[in-house]
Nanobody, 120 residues
């Protein structure tokens, strides 16, 4: 079992930045591929970014490349999502998730989410 707790969400002005964190506990964090997803009001959950257990490779939703950066610190059992130049359409509930293999299609563990609101 892996428990995931997100933090770092909040209200930010358009053009601003936020860094989300996801702290993991339970089984060896360093074994897992980690991902970030988001769900905007009235929309389906969508993929944001993923990072392999070693930190490389990473993968991003095409629309977010260049603005969002995923990273991890295995010593701290934490994965991060740096979000820059935020836009109103980035408003969503952001979730982190874990899966045991980079090529697996299903994420096995999910956090409860942290809310990001971007004001214009």
């Amino acid at each position: 079992q892996v428990q995931l707790v997100e933090s770092g969400g909040g209200l930010v002005q358009a053009g601003g930045s936020l860094r989300l964190s996801c702290a993991a506990s339970g089984r060896a964090f360093g074994d897992y591929t980690m991902g970030w997803f988001r769900q905007a009001p009235g929309k389906e959950r969508e993929f944001v970014a993923a990072i392999n257990w070693s930190g490389n490779p990473t993968h991003y939703a095409d629309s977010l490349k260049g603005r969002f950066t995923i990273s991890r610190d295995n010593a701290k059992n934490t994965v991060y999502l740096q979000m820059n130049n935020l836009k109103r359409e980035d408003t969503a509930l952001y979730y982190c998730a874990a899966k045991s293999d980079w090529f697996a299609r299903v994420y096995e563990y999910w956090g409860q989410g942290t809310r990001v609101s971007v004001a214009t």
